[in-house]
């Protein structure tokens, strides 16, 4: 093979390569993705409604009724076991522009509500591709995908996004308002456990 024809070839094969990542890298795009809560441990939640509004504004999801969040693994800190906590799963492209919660706070018996914006460079930092892998098979999850709400007893949020290969990183707070309940509202009782935890210590303000 002459060194013109090498030459062609080398190019050719670095051409293919090329094509064949960025065709992986593409067709690996984000399309599904996660916005799940925490709590502190003790100080349990339970979500009421999530609305999300996707950021062409055309539509959205709707979730969380009734649902039990997860707990971190301290009350002084949003540090967890698990990676996504309770979350909702959400099969699409489009990521959210805005998204609205509500939430019983079961150690002081208060509701919150608060309509949060998610801004374009958390939408960047959730479609940025990283080459990262992790867990017992090395699975590849390039992916900041999940937005994970720490919503604290004061009705502190706290936005981070994390993924499966990634740890929490905090977005910013943000402080939900208290919501008015109908009077014959009646709260889910604390476990036992939770409950003494509560009765010692009371419910920190500030602190998350």
């Known amino acids: ?49 999530l609305l999300i509004v996707g950021e062409s504004k055309q539509g959205g999801w709707r979730g969380m009724i009734g649902k039990t969040t997860m707990e971190s693994e301290s009350p002084l800190s949003w540090d967890g076991g698990e990676r996504f906590h309770s979350g909702y799963s959400i099969n699409s492209d489009e990521l959210p522009a805005s998204f609205y919660i509500r939430w019983h706070s079961l150690a002081n018996k208060k509701t919150y509500n608060k309509t949060i914006k998610v801004s374009e460079d958390i939408r960047n930092k959730m479609r940025e591709y990283h080459e990262m892998r992790c867990g017992f098979n090395n699975g590849l999850y390039p992916y900041k995908d999940n937005i994970l709400l720490g919503l604290a007893p004061d009705g502190m949020i706290s936005v981070f996004l994390n993924g499966t290969c990634f740890d929490n990183e905090l977005q910013f707070k ?35």
């Open 1 to 49: 093979m002459s060194n013109i024809h090498k030459s062609f070839f080398i190019i050719f094969c670095l051409f293919v390569s090329a094509c064949s990542t960025e065709s992986q890298v593409k067709s690996q795009r984000l399309n599904e993705w996660t916005i799940s809560t925490i709590s502190p441990k003790y100080y349990t939640v339970r979500g009421d409604i």
């Open 174 to 208: 943000v402080q939900a308002v208290e919501y008015k309940v109908a009077d014959d509202f009646v709260y889910p009782e604390l476990s036992e456990e939770a409950q003494a935890y509560v009765d010692e210590h009371g419910v920190p303000v500030g602190i998350w």
